[in-house]
């Protein structure tokens, strides 16, 4: 792993990587959600979300 992969504390020197993920060996308490297949006949031909959404804001320099 590259050294711009890293966060150096300068207090202690010590590495910690980031971008990666921490692996548990303990369950999840967290429900499981599956995919489900459905007719297609059954879904409507469109569907309209513009209600659901937030209006849009200025995003500044979030490079977003």
């Known amino acids: 792993m590259a050294d711009e992969d890293c966060y150096v504390d300068e207090q202690t020197g010590r590495k910690y990587h980031v971008?990666?993920?921490?692996?548990?060996?303990?369950?999840?308490?967290f429900q499981k959600f599956?995919?489900?297949?459905?007719?297609?006949?059954?879904?409507?031909?469109?569907?309209?979300?513009?209600?659901?959404?937030?209006?849009?804001?200025d995003q500044g320099d979030t490079n977003s």
Request: charged share 15%; aromatic share 0%.
């Open 19 to 29: 971008g990666g993920c921490l692996i548990s060996n303990e369950p999840s308490p």
């Open 34 to 57: 599956g995919a489900s297949m459905v007719d297609p006949s059954k879904l409507p031909s469109s569907v309209d979300l513009r209600q659901l959404m937030t209006p849009i804001e």
